[in-house]
């Protein structure tokens, strides 16, 4: 008999520790709901898409401003990419290029598949060289030339590569060059800057940025080639810079 009395209350205990813990368990999943449904001032995700130039005529003798246009090469790069960046299941938000022509008409072939956009220029992510450790790039520039680089550089990342300024996620193409791609890519990754020639960068490669909220960046991809076939592939440094385009002959 007095043990069937302290198993009565010792399963009136169970009973009453097990409903004490359904409540506080459904109160918490409640709240914690609550929370990732209302985080407070959420803000979306900024993807930025750098994207290089297409190739063009290296031995235009005019200044980048006015001459070294795209060649058919660099053309049918352009437009492979803009294909393949139409193609994707998001709503591109802005573009913005360098004020050289190379980058100028890159970005205009890819406008045409965003006509809803504005195209806008910046002079800041123009084609420099930045500070490197390599002696030989370095005895080739002046230190006016790398300072001004590095000046107009940092002020682009800066003023670019900041968050969604709402709740909404937006996808913008910045059309550059090589150069200021790699500068870009060793800020996000937090590294030496002096470093960014131990990359290489193709004619038309995309590079992708994810920022989040809270400043943070990562970087999804760098150089990406994969909407060009291997022999409309230039890259420089690798002998391919001056590779043409063959049409055929009607």
């Known amino acids: 008999m007095r043990n ?13 520790a097990t ?14 709901s609550c929370t990732i449904e209302n ?12 994207i290089r130039h297409g190739q063009y005529d290296h031995d235009d003798p005019r200044s980048s401003e006015v001459g070294k246009e795209l060649i058919p090469l660099g053309i049918a790069q352009t437009r492979l990419l803009a ?4 193609s994707m299941p998001v709503k591109m938000n802005s573009l913005l290029s360098s004020t050289l022509t190379r980058a100028r008409q ?36 002046s230190t006016e030339e790398l300072k ?13 590569f900041v968050p969604s300024p709402d709740e909404n ?6 059309v550059c060059h090589g150069n200021v791609i790699r500068y870009f890519v060793t800020k996000i ?20 940025v994810h920022i989040r909220s809270d400043g943070s960046m990562q970087l999804v991809s760098f150089n990406d080639l994969g909407h060009l076939p291997p022999n409309l592939q230039t890259i420089s440094g690798l002998g391919s810079s001056q590779k043409k385009l063959v049409l055929p002959e009607n």
């Open 4 to 16: 069937s009395f302290k198993n009565f209350h010792f399963n009136r205990f169970l009973v009453s």
């Open 106 to 141: 890159t970005a205009m072939i890819i406008n045409e598949e965003f006509p809803e956009l504005d195209l806008q220029q910046s002079g800041l992510i123009r084609e420099c060289t930045p500070p490197t450790w390599r002696k030989d790039v370095m005895s080739e520039t």
């Open 83 to 86: 294909d393949r960046l139409k």
């Open 148 to 160: 001004e680089c590095t000046k107009n550089l940092d002020e682009a990342f800066k003023k670019f």
């Open 39 to 50: 985080p407070p001032d959420k803000k979306g995700t900024r993807t930025i898409y750098l």
């Open 189 to 208: 990754l937090k590294v030496d800057t002096q470093s960014w020639l131990q990359m290489t960068t193709g004619n038309c490669g995309l590079t992708v």
């Open 19 to 32: 409903i004490a813990i359904l409540i506080s368990f459904n109160l918490f999943s409640s709240s914690l």
């Open 169 to 174: 996620d937006r996808h913008d193409m910045i």
